[in-house]
């Protein structure tokens, strides 16, 4: 695989080409023993109309009550200095994550708790899960930015001792042409994988089996569940369509952090010395 990608275009012709496209279950009612027996063997799992419109609506105006609000109680990452946005539209394009919201707004708390939500993760992991991350992640019209192939447990605030589940939710439409999620099924069961400071904290572009790459569309409300060592990316999003999306982490409620060492050794390149 060639490196040193130089453009967006040629970053997503080269890394995000796909062998297939997952369809999703219909609903979380068709979800049995055979279905997270699949979870557990793939590392994913997609679910169609899990949120109604009323929850999909209200999440979108949280979100952006917060982005366009003059001081907000969350967390808001911007690609551009703050100040240099005069409207709600230049803040609404600029915006690339919303986070830390769960506390402050009890409408996207609501979602992270979802009761159907939580049944389905405690049926997966045989215990209680419990919240450890909350997140939105924008991809605005016209070049919102890719996140590279990755593993969410290599992030430390994911790095547990048993395995962390991801639940990506699609407010607006996720597909292809504007950063659905992309997934190597069965990657999950390598393990950690290292991962270098390139255009992210990421998997190295070469160590990446594109050939194998499955994306995963979505319809507003629909949900991808994601094993924390999937290895994962989406691509940049040059539609004109927006693309919102709620992410919620949740580990075992008996899974403790591991040690500063042990994530070294299983997500960095300091046991092997190894260049990407």
Known sequence: MKRNLETPEEINRVLYSYSSIHEGYRSLDEIGEEQAKEYWQQGFLAVENVLNAEEISG???????????EHSNCKIQYTVPKETLKTNREKELAVRKVYDFVDHSEVLR???????????????MGEKPKLIQDMALLKPPQGG??????????????????PVVGVWIALDEAGVDNGCMQVIPRSHMDGGIPHYAVRDWQICDTNVPVERNVIVPLKPGGMLFFHGQLVHGTAYNFSDKKRRALQFHYA??????????EYKRMYTNEMSGAEC
């Open 110 to 124: 609501a979602i992270a708790y979802h009761p159907d939500i939580v049944a389905f993760l405690e049926k997966l």
């Open 59 to 69: 999440s979108i105006d949280a979100l952006m009550d917060n982005i366009f609000a």
């Open 252 to 261: 075992p409620e008996s899974a403790e952090r591991v040690s500063p060492k």
């Open 145 to 162: 930015g890719e996140k590279p192939w990755h593993q969410d447990m290599a992030y430390g605030v994911l790095t547990y001792d048993k």
